[in-house]
């Protein structure tokens, strides 16, 4: 990277910084002054005078004003703004709508303002890289390896686009910041993955990289893996300067990017001697060797990818990468800043969004009556305590209810450390897909109408180890294994078209093919009398439908496993 570069984003962090621990240092004050903000921007829109946002004064009258809500709740409103209608939600008006899977089978648009975009999430992640390059200053020493999805994916009826808020970030920074990039933007709209991921090795293993950077570790993983599996293709590209033909690729970026590869024989040779050393393994500790930092989430479902990372990038043990945080990310906001490599905790991001907390236990315990709830403030939360996080930002989600379990890890300058630690009732995500169970009580009905099928209890599991989805049903009668073959074909379809994420998780293979489980009779019950033995009402209990995998304890019921691809 150039001088002027690295001196530009020095400078642009360092102001960053400087707002950042000016917030953190006032978190109540800050807090209030930001909701203020909000009200007074707002309070002559639709949804603003609804909820008399002109007479907010305090977070308390906030909370009086305006209920907790969820997506559903202004699907309606936000249905509206995709037509162009104006002042509905923001006065400011969407520059693009962040899209998601719901927990129906409709995706999420989530509204960007340009303050979202810029002040709001741009000038966070300066602050991130400040903080993270004081204590890496080689990680811009050689290129950045990102993985980001599209900016675009499409666009709503008046016209403004729809897609990734992290692909627009990565496509509309500033100069300086995009010449650090190894990976050029249009390379992520290649729709093919393996196209795409091998379009990333051959671009990554030409490069010297410094530092990867990604939110999702599953994604580090699959990188380093699909590199091995096309090792030999990728070193004979290499070494002649060329592109696989038969890769399914848009023709502007193949010649786009053949017009960047020289042969690098030389380097091609290098990796090859060392593969073999290793086995055959081609490894990045031997293709990017001045590598500095990974940058992903390290926490909650994704973390045990990290755990991986050894095998990747220190196989001798002897060169560990320091991996940094990305902070709790969503489409909704940007919520924390990690400032360290420590641990998977991040300061609040409280000059960007408003935040209010109810304690795990509170809710779980009364899931469906808000009234009682006791509702936190910033100032109030405590160290090693569970909370569900209410979000109100500037992109018009006020009082949002986003189903996440964060923990407060401790605080900076007087403001919570947060680490993310799951998602909240009735969700599962093993690597970002975030499955509901309205998605699989649809998916099992569909499913059981298609193949004619008559089941008596059903059950889904998010397996975090196997990265992937275990089905369990429970029928009067034996099924045969090709009718059972058939609904786990017809549970792919519809969870696929229920939910985009988990359709372009299996799609680039961050998720493992599902498994379908036929349990014996008695299963059912006897997971009910286990409820009743530790001390649930039995018929108060309420069947969990969808739920992380755990030690099995139903293994004398299992009457046969069907894969997806078994008898192709």
């Keep these: 990277m150039s001088i002027l570069a690295r001196t530009l984003i020095a400078l642009a ?21 930001k909701l203020m903000a909000i009200v007074k921007r707002n309070q002559n829109t639709e949804y603003g005078e609804e909820h008399d946002f002109s007479n907010v004064k305090s977070l308390k009258d906030w909370q009086k004003a305006v209920p907790i809500v969820a997506y559903e709740d202004f699907r309606e409103r936000v249905e509206r703004m995709t037509r162009g209608e104006k002042n509905v939600l923001t006065a400011e008006p969407p520059v693009m709508f962040a899209k998601t899977s719901g927990t129906s089978g409709q995706a999420k648009y989530i509204p960007v303002t340009q303050t979202c975009q810029g002040r709001d999430h741009a000038d966070q992640l300066r602050a991130w890289l400040h903080y993270a390059r004081a204590d890496h200053p080689g990680m811009f020493r050689g290129k950045v390896f990102s993985l980001v999805s599209p900016a675009v994916e499409g666009y709503t ?13 990565y496509r509309d920074m500033p100069w300086a910041v995009r010449s650090t990039y190894a990976v050029p933007y249009p390379v992520f709209e290649i729709e093919d993955y393996e196209a795409k991921y091998y379009c990333l090795m051959r671009i990554g293993i030409a490069n010297e990289i410094s530092c990867v950077a990604t939110a999702n570790p599953s994604s580090v993983v699959k990188m380093c893996e699909m590199a091995d599996t096309y090792a030999d293709a990728l070193l004979r590209d290499l070494a002649d300067g060329t592109l696989r033909p038969d890769l399914n690729i848009p023709k502007s970026i193949r010649e786009s990017l053949s017009s960047q590869f020289k042969p690098m024989p030389e380097k091609a040779r290098d990796l090859e001697k060392t593969r073999q050393k290793r086995s055959g393994k081609l490894l990045p500790a031997d293709y990017w060797p001045g590598l500095t930092l990974i940058a992903c989430w390290k926490g909650g479902t994704v973390g045990h990818y990290v755990e991986r990372f050894s095998q990747w990038f220190d196989p001798d043990g002897k060169n560990p990468i320091p991996v940094r945080d990305w902070g709790y990310l969503s489409s909704e906001a940007r919520g924390s800043i990690p400032v360290s490599d420590e641990g998977c905790g991040g ?21 469906d009556c808000p009234q009682a709830w006791r509702i936190l403030g910033v100032e109030e939360v405590e160290v090693g305590k569970q909370y569900y996080i209410f979000i109100t930002t500037t992109g018009g989600l006020y009082r949002y209810d986003i189903n996440d379990v964060i923990e407060v890890v401790g605080h900076y300058n007087g403001t919570p450390i947060i680490s993310f630690c ?11 897909e975030k499955v509901s169970v309205d998605q699989v009580i649809e998916a099992f009905q569909r499913s059981a109408r298609d193949v004619a099928i008559t089941v008596d209890h059903f059950k889904a599991e998010a397996d975090v180890e196997g990265a992937r989805y275990v089905f369990k049903v429970e029928a009067s009668q034996p099924i045969p294994r090709e009718r059972l073959r058939q609904m786990l074909e017809s549970l792919e379809k519809y969870l696929s078209s229920l939910n985009i994420e988990y359709a372009a998780k299996r799609k680039s293979l961050r998720l493992n093919p599902p498994i379908l489980i036929a349990m014996k009779r008695g299963w059912y019950d006897t997971g009910k009398e286990r409820l009743a033995a530790e001390g649930k009402r039995l018929f108060q209990a309420k069947t969990i439908l969808l739920s992380e995998r755990k030690e099995e304890n139903d293994n004398e019921f299992i009457s046969s496993t069907i894969t997806l691809n078994e008898e192709r």
């Design 13 to 33: 962090g360092r102001a960053a910084a400087r707002r950042f621990e000016a917030a953190t240092c006032d978190p109540a004050g800050t807090q209030h002054r």
């Design 157 to 169: 009826p008046c016209g403004i686009p729809y897609g990734s808020t992290s692909g627009v970030v």
């Design 347 to 367: 300061v609040l991001t409280i000059a960007s969004n408003v935040y209010e907390f109810v304690e795990a236990e509170d809710l779980e315990q009364n899931p």
């Design 422 to 432: 799951r998602k909240g009732r009735g969700m599962t995500s093993i690597t970002g």
